[in-house]
């Protein structure tokens, strides 16, 4: 199986195209990026100086873990940064096994960064420069084509119906937005 990556393949996009078993992608593709992040918002002091009650009810002492409308618990803090460490030792083990000799320098790799697909290739993160349009090609020939899988388009009248009410719908907008009216 072959993955390509076009625009970005990073954190777990870069985490999909592993299970393939080779990686193509653009010299400035971005990849990489195995590491993990996890963050959020402090509200506690700002809705007591709102005079905001926070109600809260849970089953499971740990259920709250993390709520930002209170105080950040040393034991919460220690237990996310545990919980980070492991998903990203599970990462760094997946791409190395998907990945095996062909990796570089371990640092570098697996510090959290992400790189252009010029240098993920020097490091071993992709196997090669490559579009889908181009492997189609290379696998099955010149004539050879990549099937596109999305959702049906409407045919015929139905989607000139669909446009036509998108259309009038905008023509609507423009209107109220260009004569606004007062009522009394």
């Known amino acids: 199986m072959?993955?390509?990556?076009?625009?970005?393949?990073?954190?777990?996009?870069?985490?999909?195209?592993?299970?393939?078993?080779?990686?193509?992608?653009?010299?400035?593709?971005?990849?990489?990026?195995?590491?993990?992040?996890?963050?959020?918002?402090?509200?506690?002091?700002?809705?007591?100086?709102?005079?905001?009650?926070?109600?809260?009810?849970?089953?499971?002492?740990?259920?709250?873990?993390?709520?930002?409308?209170?105080?950040?618990?040393?034991?919460?803090?220690?237990?996310?940064?545990?919980?980070?460490?492991?998903m990203h030792a599970e990462f760094k083990d997946w791409v190395r096994t998907r990945r095996g000799s062909r990796l570089g320098p371990e640092p570098e790799v697996f510090d959290g960064s992400y790189m252009l697909g010029s240098k993920g290739k020097t490091l071993g993160l992709i196997d090669g420069f490559a579009s889908v349009d181009s492997l189609v090609r290379e696998i099955g020939g010149k004539r050879a084509r990549p099937v596109v899988l999305g959702p049906k388009r409407p045919r015929g009248f139905m989607r000139l119906l669909g446009q036509s009410a998108l259309e009038a719908a905008f023509d609507v907008a423009d209107d109220r937005l260009a004569h606004p009216r007062l009522r009394l």
């Not at 209170?70 to 460490?85: C, H, N, S, V, Y």
């Open 2 to 86: 072959l993955a390509v990556i076009g625009d970005v393949g990073a954190s777990g996009g870069y985490w999909i195209a592993c299970a393939a078993d080779e990686i193509y992608a653009n010299r400035m593709s971005i990849v990489g990026s195995i590491g993990v992040i996890g963050g959020g918002f402090g509200f506690a002091e700002f809705i007591a100086r709102h005079g905001i009650e926070r109600r809260i009810y849970t089953a499971g002492e740990h259920k709250s873990r993390l709520d930002p409308f209170r105080p950040e618990q040393a034991d919460d803090i220690l237990f996310t940064k545990g919980l980070l460490t492991d």
